[in-house]
């Protein structure tokens, strides 16, 4: 069960803090039955109220910060997602965003840039389904990481890249 103060990631809604956990006063809703009041540390004033026992929802602990590191100086070595047909990627990749396994959205944004670069060298342009995944990536991603190392979401990607780039000049 987490405490009030934990961070989870709560399914695909991203990063929330538990507020408060116990019975709910709401009209309709037991009052024997025991509730996490979740807040977004990102977009002021969400809520959400999830029964402690619910099984529908993936909810898991924000990883900590030598996870976050391990996963960082990881990235580099990870692979990318090699699938040619655009219908079956785009599963893939919604998948792998349902999960919310930040090593899978690692894969999504590493394959993406690689794409993104590739498309620009021929002079394409990124599908809106590419962009669409890899924004939603990048923020789940960046926004668990944020929490996980304690610094602000916006300055998190430049740290990751930094870090990458440190890693691979030890190689």
């Not at 991203?14 to 807040?39: A, C, F, R, W």
């Not at 999960?99 to 060298?121: F, G, H, M, S």
């Not at 990048?138 to 979401?153: F, H, N, Q, T, V």
């Given at each position: 069960?987490?405490?009030?103060?934990?961070?989870?990631?709560?399914?695909?809604?991203?990063?929330?803090?538990?507020?408060?956990?116990?019975?709910?006063?709401?009209s309709g809703v037991p009052k024997d039955?025991?509730?996490?009041?979740?807040?977004?540390?990102?977009?002021?004033?969400?809520?959400?109220?999830?029964?402690?026992?619910?099984?529908?929802?993936?909810m898991r602990a924000v990883m900590n910060?030598?996870?976050a590191m391990e996963l960082i100086d990881?990235?580099?070595?990870?692979?990318?997602?090699?699938?040619?047909?655009?219908?079956?990627?785009?599963?893939?990749?919604?998948?792998?965003?349902?999960?919310?396994?930040?090593?899978?959205?690692?894969?999504?944004?590493?394959?993406?840039?690689?794409?993104?670069?590739?498309?620009?060298?021929?002079?394409?342009?990124?599908?809106?389904?590419?962009?669409?995944?890899?924004?939603?990536?990048?923020?789940?991603?960046?926004?668990?990481?944020?929490?996980?190392?304690?610094?602000?979401?916006?300055?998190?990607?430049?740290?990751?890249?930094?870090?990458?780039?440190?890693?691979?000049?030890?190689?």
């Amino acid at each position: 069960m987490f405490e009030v103060g934990d961070f989870v990631v709560y399914g695909s809604d991203g990063v929330y803090q538990v507020d408060k956990v116990g019975p709910l006063n709401m009209s309709g809703v037991p009052k024997d039955k025991m509730y996490y009041t979740l807040v977004s540390p990102y977009m002021k004033g969400s809520k959400i109220f999830s029964a402690v026992d619910n099984q529908k929802v993936i909810m898991r602990a924000v990883m900590n910060k030598d996870e976050a590191m391990e996963l960082i100086d990881s990235m580099k070595d990870m692979e990318l997602l090699e699938i040619q047909d655009d219908k079956k990627r785009n599963e893939v990749f919604k998948e792998a965003l349902r999960t919310y396994d930040c090593k899978e959205l690692v894969k999504i944004i590493k394959t993406l840039y690689v794409r993104q670069e590739q498309k620009q060298a021929e002079g394409k342009k990124n599908t809106a389904g590419d962009e669409k995944f890899f924004h939603i990536a990048e923020e789940r991603l960046y926004g668990e990481l944020a929490i996980s190392l304690d610094m602000e979401k916006k300055d998190v990607k430049e740290y990751v890249e930094k870090r990458v780039a440190e890693m691979a000049e030890q190689v």
